[in-house]
């Protein structure tokens, strides 16, 4: 069989990549295709809840004209996968709204597929109820109401609308939420190359060139799968691959870094070797494919409230030597200024959350051995409520009250927080939770994912 060749420019859309590195990918490989993520659910649950874009409009057009420009001189596809961070339907129409604008400027006519990834709530309230939607771990519970309140959700599709969608006649597609490793699994697998192999290779190619040794910058990643391996390089000339870089890849994102669920099947990497080619390139085979019941990842998000939040310095040397102490006090000071402020007893209206930077703010008593306070403490106070008002409200109140809380050991009035700037109070707008970790078993792997295609 003829070995296959495809290029990862870098592991976001938007995140960035040498020009001259990934022209000269372009024209000194064969390549089947060019396919690059779009999507991660590392900014948490506002970019679907809200339909945001997690990366910026400029940044991500300036990729996606390079690549559209390389694939179209090509004459190759182009696939993108969760489309404008979460992959929601407004998500998937604001990246296609770029190719649509790339290709007036550039006075270029390609077809165009998108492929929405939200389901309708008929079919998820029908699953639901025949037990087919299971959690995945640490889910949290569902009803019939979770379903029907999320503000959005998405069903994260596998290999075969992608392939449909090329074997339409599209040149450039944009997916709504997608399997990372599936966008890239998808045509080597339609084109008879191994499952495991492919599969294998889409896991660390989806990530561009982060399996490199050291990524100073993010570049790409080119990979060439036959019938009994597949070679990695990556596209800088200054960066270099090594076995342990290659092979520890399997850490990442991952539960089990052996096996991995995707749509149709499971990896299987325990009989995987790694070996070095050159000092740049890695040859890797032994993977494995299981066939497994078809599902597809379900992710929800809901409107959870509004947030205000306050930030401010300690240095006071008394405060921090007895920090929790009077932290401990602070807290329940402002639990009263805040009742005083609205004349009742507002416990269960909103939620109140402290994160001590420089000490604690991130892991807190996870922490095996916690550090002991330094000079400086950075609180952040937020709060989230029901309206922006309120949550302003509060996070103005108890800020106040913290800023002034009496130290024992001073006389007379204190203040305790250096504001870094003005206004302290700062709105950061609505939030959102996410509701669902979920597994849907579908009939078939098109019935929510269909291409739909367009000529420009």
Not at 188 to 217: F, N, T, Y
Not at 281 to 297: D, I, M, N, Q, W
Request: hydrophobic share 45%.
């Amino acid at each position: 069989m003829t070995p296959l060749s495809y290029l990862a420019p870098t592991g976001m859309l938007g995140g960035g990549f040498s020009e001259d590195h990934f022209r000269a990918a372009v024209e000194n490989h064969d390549l089947a295709f060019i396919a690059c993520d779009s999507g991660s659910t590392d900014g948490g649950p506002a970019y679907l809840g809200a339909g945001r874009f997690i990366q910026s409009r400029q940044s991500v057009k300036r990729d996606l004209r390079l690549l559209i420009l390389a694939a179209r001189s090509k004459d190759i596809p182009l696939l993108i996968g969760s489309a404008g961070g979460a992959g929601a339907n407004p998500n998937l129409e604001w990246l296609a709204g770029l190719a649509r604008e790339i290709a007036c400027e550039e006075d270029l006519h390609f077809t165009l597929a998108t492929i929405p990834a939200e389901p309708e709530r008929d079919l998820l309230l029908e699953r639901l109820a025949a037990g087919r939607i299971h959690p995945l771990a640490n889910a949290p519970a569902i009803t019939a109401q979770t379903l029907c309140e999320a503000d959005r959700i998405v069903a994260m599709m596998g290999p075969e609308p992608i392939v449909a969608a090329v074997e339409a006649g599209a040149d450039v597609v944009i997916a709504g939420r997608a399997s990372d490793a599936a966008l890239f699994a998808a045509l080597p697998v339609h084109a008879g190359l191994p499952a495991g192999l492919s599969w294998h290779a889409a896991k660390i190619m989806e990530c561009g060139g982060a399996a490199v040794a050291q990524m100073d910058r993010p570049e790409g990643m080119i990979c060439t799968i036959t019938e009994d391996s597949f070679v990695l390089e990556p596209v800088s000339p200054h960066q270099a691959n090594t076995p342990n870089s290659i092979a520890s890849h399997a850490l990442y994102e991952t539960a089990n870094p052996y096996r991995m669920l995707e749509p149709g099947g499971v990896m299987d990497l325990s009989e995987a070797t790694y070996e070095a080619i050159d000092d740049r390139r890695v040859r890797v085979s032994g993977s494995k494919h299981e066939p497994a019941p078809y599902t597809v990842k379900l992710e929800g998000a809901r409107l959870a409230g509004y947030q205000s939040m306050v930030l401010g310095g300690i240095t006071d040397p008394v405060i921090l030597d007895r920090y929790d102490a009077w932290m401990a006090g602070a807290q329940a000071h402002a639990v009263e200024a805040v009742n005083t402020s609205f004349g009742r007893d507002m416990t269960g209206e909103y939620e109140l959350h402290y994160r001590h930077y420089g000490r604690d703010a991130v892991l807190a008593d996870r922490q095996a051995d916690r550090p002991s306070p330094n000079g400086e403490i950075g609180l952040l106070m937020v709060v989230l409520a029901d309206t922006q008002e309120k949550a302003a409200g509060i996070a103005a109140t108890a800020g106040h009250a913290i800023l002034h809380m009496a130290v024992p050991e001073w006389q007379g009035l204190v203040s305790n927080l250096a504001f870094p700037f003005s206004p302290h109070v700062v709105d950061l707008g609505p939030t959102y939770s996410f509701t669902l970790n979920h597994a849907m078993e579908l009939d078939d792997p098109l019935e929510i994912h269909r291409p739909v295609l367009e000529a420009l």
